[in-house]
C-alpha cells in the first residue's frame, strides 16, 4: 500500500517522535556516564572541552587511559536535537491536543500540566545554550592580604592600542579576538576548522587617532627570533625590526592543561597614517611583551600591544584569608576556602559597599548578576605567598535552570495530582457501583 | 497536515503555488539560512571597546625622543636575549638598556674590544657623564664592529645599581649614531634607576 505522507509530513514526524527523544537520551546517558568517568582521570576542563564543547562533533570515551571502540556524538549537537524534538513533539504537538477542548479541566486532563514540563525543559536547555554562548567569564587572581578588580580571558588574545605620549595614562582600545580569528595562519599539518575560511586581512580605525591599523597575519604559536642570529625559512613570516616570527603548531587545550605548556601569539601589523607623506611603518608584537611597541605619527606616540583581555570589573575582592586542606601526608589538595570582602566604590571614589562572602567548591559568591567561583589556589614561588583564582561569570541565564525546575515540578505536581484524584474518584464510583 | 496551533494554511497555499517541490522549498530555505549565518566579516572595522588605564600599563619613566621607536625588549626563541628596552631608529640605529653583571671596567673593556680596541687600564681613561644622583661611565667608539660591520659607532653607558650594571648601549651607522648623541645622553640622564633595578628583580 502506497504511503500517502508527502516528504515534509515524514520528516516532521521522524524530527518530533519519541524515537529520537529516546535515541537522544540515550545518548546523553552514554555522554554522562563516560564523560564522569573520565573527569577523574583527565580533570573536569579537559572532559568539558572534549564531550560538551560546539567543536566536539564526535568523541571516542576512554576508560583507564584506553579508548573505547564507541564513538558518541558530542553533548553540544545531541541537546540541539533533543531541544529540536522537545519543542516540536512536546510542546507544539501536545499543545495542539490541549487546546482543542475548550474548558480548563479538560485541558488538565488532556495533559496540560505535562506540556508545561515539556515546555520548562525546552526552556532549561535554551538556558544551557544561553549561558553557553552569551555567558561573560573571566578569571581574578587575588593574593592572600591583597585586593583586585582585574580580571583576564585567557583564550582571548588581543591587540590593545593607545597613546603613550610622555607615558600619559590614557586608555586602551581593544582590538577584539573576534576580529582576528579569520586572520590565522595555520602552520603546516595543522587542521582547520569546519567552514573556516581565511581572510586575507583587517583593517582598524580608532577614534582620534590619525591612522589605520592593519593587522595581516595572526599567528596563534609563535617562537620570535632574532633576524641576526637565525635563518628564515620559507614558511617563516617576513622580517620586520630585525625580527620574524616561526609559526609553530597550536597547543591543543587538553595539551596546555596536561603537559603545562601555553601558546604564544604574535602577528604582523601595519600602522597606516591618515597624512600620506608619513610612511606606513611594520610592527611585530607578540604576547609576553613588557612594554608596547611603539610609533611615532607627528608630536604623538602610540603604543601597540598583544595581550590576553583584561576586565576592570565594578567591584574589587580582597581576599582576607585563604584556607587548603591537603591530603594527609601529601601536598595534594583536598579542598580550599575562600574569606573575602566584596568592596564597590562609588563614582566619588568613596566606599559604598563592604560585604563578607565566604567561597568553597560548590558554594559560589552570588551579587549584583555576578557570580565568583573558587576556581584554584596557588603559590608565588617568588613571593611564596599564596592567591586564590576566581572564575568570574556573569551570565543572563544564570538562574533560569531554577525557573524552569520550579514550574517543571509544580507542572507535573498539578497533572499527578489530577490523575490521582480522578483515580480515586473512578476507584470510588467502582466501588459504589 | 502540519499539526500546529499556529495555522500555516496561507504559507502552505503560497509554497504549494510556486509549483515547486517541498524538498526543493526545504533545501532553499536551508541554503539561505546557512548563507545568512556565515556572513563576511568587515573588511575595516571602527573600534569602539576601550579599557581604563590599570597600573600593569605604566610604562617605566624614561625621556624618549620621537624619532625612537620601541619595539620588542626581550627576543624568545632559540637565541634569547634579555633587554628591559629595546629602540631603533633611523635606517639601523638601536639603543637598549639591560642589566649585567661583572665590573664596569670589564664590561666597558669588553664593548671597546668589539671594535678590537686595546683595553683601557683604568676607569679614569672615560669619560663620565650625568646620569639622575649619580654618573655612569661613558664609552664611544667608531670603526668596524663585530669584525664585520664598517662605519659603525657605538655609544655606552654603565654604571651600578645596587649590585647590579645597567648597561646602556647605541649601535648604528656612524652618522646615525653620532647624530642622536645628545638624546643618548638625554636619555640616561633621565633613566629611572629605581624603576629598572626593582623590574627586573
Known amino acids: ?433 | 497536515m502540519i499539526p500546529s496551533p499556529i495555522s500555516l494554511a496561507p504559507l502552505s497555499r503560497c509554497l504549494y503555488a510556486t509549483g515547486v517541490r517541498p524538498v526543493v522549498q526545504l533545501f532553499a530555505l536551508l541554503t539561505a539560512v546557512f548563507l545568512v549565518s556565515c556572513g563576511k566579516k568587515e573588511s575595516v572595522v571602527e573600534v569602539s571597546e576601550v579599557r581604563a588605564f590599570m597600573s600593569d600599563d605604566e610604562m617605566l619613566k624614561f625621556y624618549v625622543p620621537l624619532e625612537w621607536k620601541q619595539t620588542g625588549a626581550t627576543i624568545p626563541g632559540m637565541a634569547m636575549r634579555t633587554r628591559r628596552l629595546n629602540y631603533q631608529f633611523g635606517e639601523t640605529g638601536e639603543i637598549y638598556l639591560s642589566l649585567t653583571k661583572g665590573d664596569l671596567l670589564g664590561n666597558a673593556n669588553r664593548w671597546l674590544g668589539q671594535f678590537e680596541v686595546d683595553p683601557k687600564t683604568n676607569l679614569g681613561e672615560f669619560e663620565s657623564i650625568p646620569v639622575l644622583e649619580s654618573k655612569a661611565v661613558f664609552v664611544e667608539q667608531y670603526g668596524t664592529y663585530d669584525k664585520t660591520k664598517k662605519d659603525w659607532g657605538m655609544l655606552g653607558a654603565l654604571m651600578m645599581v645596587e649590585g647590579d650594571i645597567v648597561a646602556i648601549k647605541m649601535l648604528g651607522k656612524t652618522s646615525e649614531v653620532k647624530a642622536q648623541k645628545e638624546n643618548f645622553k638625554k636619555f640616561c640622564l633621565h633613566y629611572n634607576k629605581y624603576k629598572v633595578a626593582t623590574d627586573e628583580k
Open chain 1, 1 to 433: 500500500m502506497k504511503n500517502s505522507k508527502s516528504w515534509p509530513q515524514k520528516l516532521w514526524r521522524v524530527v518530533s517522535g519519541f524515537e529520537v527523544a529516546i535515541i537522544c537520551m540515550i545518548l546523553l546517558l552514554l555522554i554522562v556516564f563516560f564523560s564522569t568517568l573520565e573527569q577523574a582521570e583527565e580533570g573536569l576542563y579537559v572532559v568539558t572541552k572534549r564531550y560538551y564543547d560546539l567543536e566536539a562533533y564526535f568523541v571516542q570515551p576512554k576508560l583507564n587511559g584506553k579508548l573505547v571502540p564507541l564513538i558518541l556524538p558530542g553533548a553540544y549537537w545531541v541537546c540541539c536535537v533533543f531541544t529540536l524534538n522537545l519543542i516540536l513533539g512536546g510542546v507544539f504537538r501536545l499543545m495542539k491536543l490541549v487546546y482543542n477542548e475548550m474548558s480548563f479541566e479538560k485541558r488538565i486532563a488532556r495533559g496540560l500540566g505535562v506540556l508545561i514540563s515539556h515546555g520548562s525543559i525546552a526552556f532549561l536547555m535554551i538556558s544551557g545554550a544561553v549561558t553557553y554562548h552569551l555567558k561573560e567569564s573571566s578569571l581574578l587572581l587575588v593574593p592572600e592580604g591583597g585586593t583586585s578588580g582585574v580580571a583576564t580571558i585567557p583564550d582571548n588574545v588581543v591587540i590593545e592600542v593607545r597613546d603613550v605620549t610622555d607615558n600619559q595614562d590614557s586608555p586602551s582600545h581593544v582590538v577584539d579576538n573576534k576580529y582576528l580569528e579569520d586572520l590565522i595562519v595555520y602552520a603546516k599539518g595543522e587542521v582547520q576548522p569546519l567552514f573556516w575560511k581565511k581572510a586575507d586581512k583587517r583593517q582598524f580605525r580608532f577614534p582620534d587617532m590619525p591612522f589605520t591599523l592593519e593587522v595581516e597575519g595572526w599567528y596563534r604559536n609563535v617562537r620570535v627570533l632574532d633576524a641576526t642570529r637565525n635563518m628564515r625559512e620559507e614558511t617563516d613570516g617576513p622580517e620586520v625590526n630585525k625580527m620574524f616570527l616561526r609559526n609553530t603548531r597550536a597547543y591543543t587545550d587538553t595539551e596546555m592543561m596536561q603537559e603545562n605548556v601555553t601558546n604564544l601569539a604574535g602577528a604582523y601589523l601595519k600602522v597606516i597614517p591618515d597624512d600620506k607623506s608619513i610612511v606606513a611603518q611594520d610592527l611585530v608584537v607578540w604576547q609576553q611583551l613588557n612594554d608596547p611597541v611603539s610609533v611615532t605619527i607627528g608630536e604623538r606616540v602610540y603604543g601597540f600591544k598583544m595581550d590576553t583581555k583584561k576586565i576592570l570589573l565594578p567591584f574589587e575582592i580582597k581576599l582576607d584569608r585563604l584556607v587548603i586542606d591537603k591530603y594527609e601526608g601529601s601536598e595534594r589538595q583536598k579542598a580550599f576556602q575562600s574569606y573575602v570582602t566584596y568592596i564597590k566604590e562609588d563614582s566619588d571614589g568613596e566606599t559604598a559597599e563592604k560585604i563578607k562572602f565566604f567561597i568553597e567548591m560548590n558554594e559560589p559568591m552570588r551579587h549584583k548578576g555576578y557570580t565568583l567561583f573558587q576556581t584554584s589556589v596557588g603559590t608565588n614561588s617568588q613571593t611564596n605567598e599564596s592567591y586564590s583564582v576566581f572564575e568570574v561569570v556573569k551570565n543572563p541565564s544564570d538562574q533560569w535552570p531554577k525557573y524552569s525546575i520550579y514550574v517543571c515540578g509544580i507542572a507535573l505536581l498539578v497533572h499527578f495530582l489530577y490523575k490521582l484524584i480522578m483515580f480515586v474518584n473512578q476507584s470510588m464510583k467502582k466501588n459504589h457501583g
